[in-house]
């Protein structure tokens, strides 16, 4: 069976990192395993002088679908969001080199709030972003609930993270919520384009000028924490239960 996440260097581009969902087959729906490769893949980024950027990048039509819901299930049992999801929200907030994705296709749940902690997305005119999580009787993850509202604004983050409405590519380029879109075709080269400009720059300004856009992680890292005590007693409610048990017979 082929790696669920590949870890690779561009050929072209040896200073970009990519980490690549390869779980077409589940919508590159992401597992406890794949949450630990790929924070280690960020761990590693950080102490390698080599890697200048990190790319995130799915399967054609597909970037991700979110968790895995039956290995999810099994981790809210114990009313958790999972220590592996944790340590991944984590690495993306202290991730200390630039951060790019590519999405064409499909981005649910975690597949869309992974790119909230991008600094540059580039999408597919196919795509679509959709967090429902309200509808699984749960709340926003990732430090969702502080960064969209600064993003969109009230209504916009409202009808996203709250009532589920999805955002097409356009739409959510409008929104700020990604930085551009072009055809299915072209995002994966014009990611790794626009990876290998930021891994060309001067290291240590490209770091200063990241964190000053960037500003304090540890708001985010607070709001995260808020997020996972609510979203862990929303796992253990009669709410949560009967969602993913409807879910589950679809």
């Known amino acids: 069976m082929s790696d669920p996440i590949i870890i690779e260097r561009s050929a072209d581009h040896p200073a970009v990192q990519l980490i690549r969902f390869n779980r077409p087959e589940k919508k590159n729906a992401f597992t406890r395993a794949m949450y630990r490769t790929m924070t280690d893949a960020l761990n590693t980024a950080n102490a390698d002088t080599d890697i200048r950027v990190t790319v995130f990048l799915g399967t054609e039509g597909c970037f991700s679908a979110g968790n895995d819901i039956s290995d999810f299930l099994a981790v809210a049992m114990g009313g958790s969001m999972g220590q592996e999801l944790i340590d991944f929200l984590y690495a993306l907030v202290n991730a200390e080199k630039p951060l790019v994705s590519g999405v064409d296709g499909l981005a649910i749940g975690i597949g869309t709030t992974l790119n909230l902690h991008c600094d540059l997305t580039v999408a597919s005119d196919r795509s679509h972003f959709r967090t429902p999580f309200v509808d699984l009787a749960l709340v926003p993850e990732a430090g969702s609930s502080l960064i969209v509202p600064r993003i969109m604004g009230h209504q916009r983050a409202f009808a996203m993270l709250v009532a589920g409405e999805a955002l097409m590519a356009e739409d959510a380029k409008e929104a700020g919520l990604i930085w551009k879109v072009t055809t299915p075709e072209e995002v994966e080269g014009q990611t790794i384009a626009a990876a290998?400009?930021?891994?060309?720059?001067?290291?240590?300004?490209?770091?200063?000028?990241?964190?000053?856009?960037?500003?304090?992680?540890?708001?985010?890292?607070?709001?995260?924490?808020?997020?996972?005590?609510?979203?862990?007693?929303?796992?253990?409610?009669?709410?949560?239960?009967?969602?993913?048990?409807?879910?589950?017979?679809?």
Do not use: Q, T, Y
């Open 196 to 250: 290998a400009k930021l891994a060309a720059k001067p290291p240590e300004a490209l770091k200063i000028a990241r964190d000053l856009v960037g500003g304090p992680r540890e708001e985010i890292i607070a709001r995260i924490d808020e997020e996972a005590r609510h979203f862990a007693a929303r796992m253990r409610s009669d709410e949560a239960r009967a969602a993913f048990e409807a879910f589950m017979r679809r």
